[in-house]
């Protein structure tokens, strides 16, 4: 097939290309820097304009997974602006280009994230949940990303949104974030520790999409996350055992609402999330305990440092 991706270039982006790449599929990748396409992204092809690929060669899927990212700075009205335009006025455009093709793609995959459904404490959250009665900034950017994205389903295109955990993989993603202050010695909860924290491997968001990708009657929502939901307590001990250092100075809630703002709902809101509709779909897990995914990670950074 031939494949068109947004965001390419990061942390999923890149492995989803290695996987299809060794498929044999054909990649193009939509790039601000197209020139560094092939090189990052398993020999695909980059194009700075969607409209530098011709009509009469439309990719046969799309799989959206643009968006700067939403937890590196505080949210200051600028830098929602940032992550509005990056994903969805991003997908608002790649839509509508998609309905300008003479040949639609089969399928637009299109990334989310968890971050859907609010800080919701103690409820027990799958694909069929409604979103929250009262909407942080997170999860009000994500409803409009989906939004964006079934924009594409009145033009006969197959639709499939996953709501994506925070990843760990190795050299990137949420321990990369986690690693120095752990490293300190300063490594612990945060808040109270009881908020529950998805989680999901990096081969688990690779495998799904794969799956949801070769499965044509996959369509609607499915949660890209672990099913082994773990509160934060529980996260920070397996992290800290994992890398063994101590994880005894946690966090107060006070302390990261001061510092972070309304972002502050990342480290603190709790998600328990359960992936229903993935499983119902035929998708396996190959990484569900955290331990053990902890420790293929950890593995696979000692292996790439000797190397």
Same mark, same amino acid.
């Given at each position: 097939?031939?494949?068109?991706? &947004?965001?390419?270039?990061?942390?999923?982006?890149?492995?989803?290309?290695?996987?299809?790449?060794?498929?044999?599929?054909?990649?193009?990748?939509?790039?601000?820097?197209?020139?560094?396409?092939?090189?990052?992204?398993?020999? *695909?092809?980059?194009?700075?304009?969607?409209?530098?690929?011709?009509?009469?060669?439309?990719?046969?899927?799309?799989?959206?997974?643009?968006?700067?990212?939403?937890?590196?700075?505080?949210?200051?009205?600028?830098?929602?602006?940032?992550?509005?335009?990056?994903?969805?006025?991003? &997908?608002?455009?790649?839509?509508?280009?998609?309905?300008?093709?003479?040949?639609?793609?089969?399928?637009?995959?299109?990334?989310?994230?968890?971050?859907?459904?609010?800080?919701?404490?103690?409820?027990?959250?799958?694909?069929?949940?409604?979103?929250? @009665?009262?909407?942080?900034?997170?999860?009000?950017?994500?409803? *409009?990303?989906?939004?964006?994205?079934?924009? @594409?389903?009145?033009?006969?295109?197959?639709?499939?949104?996953?709501?994506?955990?925070?990843?760990?993989?190795?050299?990137?993603?949420?321990?990369?974030?986690?690693?120095?202050?752990?490293?300190?010695?300063?490594?612990?909860?945060?808040?109270?520790?009881?908020?529950?924290?998805?989680?999901?491997?990096?081969?688990?968001?690779?495998?799904?999409?794969?799956?949801?990708?070769?499965?044509? &009657?996959?369509?609607?929502?499915?949660?890209?996350?672990?099913?082994?939901?773990?509160?934060?307590?529980?996260?920070?001990?397996?992290?800290?055992?994992?890398?063994?250092?101590?994880?005894?100075?946690?966090?107060?809630?006070?302390?990261?609402? /001061? /510092?972070?703002?309304?972002? @502050?709902?990342?480290?603190?809101?709790?998600?328990?999330?359960?992936?229903?509709?993935?499983?119902?779909?035929?998708?396996?897990?190959?990484?569900?305990?955290?331990?053990?995914?902890?420790?293929?990670?950890?593995?696979?950074?000692?292996?790439?440092?000797?190397?």
């Amino acid at each position: 097939m031939h494949i068109l991706l &947004t965001g390419g270039t990061g942390l999923i982006g890149r492995a989803l290309c290695a996987h299809w790449h060794a498929q044999g599929h054909r990649l193009t990748v939509w790039s601000r820097q197209p020139e560094r396409v092939p090189a990052l992204c398993a020999g *695909a092809q980059g194009v700075a304009h969607l409209t530098d690929i011709a009509p009469d060669d439309a990719p046969d899927v799309v799989v959206n997974l643009a968006g700067a990212p939403i937890a590196d700075r505080p949210w200051t009205p600028a830098r929602r602006r940032l992550l509005w335009a990056s994903r969805v006025a991003l &997908t608002d455009e790649l839509v509508g280009w998609m309905g300008q093709l003479p040949r639609k793609p089969q399928a637009l995959l299109s990334a989310s994230a968890v971050g859907w459904y609010g800080d919701r404490q103690e409820q027990e959250l799958d694909e069929n949940s409604p979103p929250p @009665a009262v909407a942080d900034f997170g999860s009000t950017l994500c409803q *409009a990303w989906e939004a964006a994205a079934l924009r @594409a389903q009145p033009l006969g295109v197959r639709v499939a949104l996953l709501r994506i955990a925070p990843v760990l993989a190795p050299q990137g993603g949420m321990l990369a974030r986690l690693r120095l202050p752990f490293w300190l010695g300063l490594g612990g909860r945060l808040g109270s520790g009881a908020q529950w924290m998805p989680w999901v491997h990096r081969d688990d968001v690779v495998g799904l999409f794969d799956h949801v990708l070769h499965q044509s &009657t996959c369509q609607g929502v499915y949660n890209a996350c672990a099913p082994g939901a773990v509160r934060n307590a529980e996260f920070t001990q397996a992290l800290a055992a994992a890398w063994h250092r101590p994880a005894i100075l946690p966090a107060p809630a006070w302390a990261l609402r /001061l /510092l972070l703002g309304e972002m @502050a709902v990342l480290l603190l809101g709790s998600q328990r999330v359960q992936p229903q509709s993935t499983a119902q779909a035929g998708y396996s897990f190959r990484h569900p305990e955290l331990g053990a995914a902890l420790r293929q990670v950890l593995q696979q950074d000692r292996t790439s440092a000797q190397g």
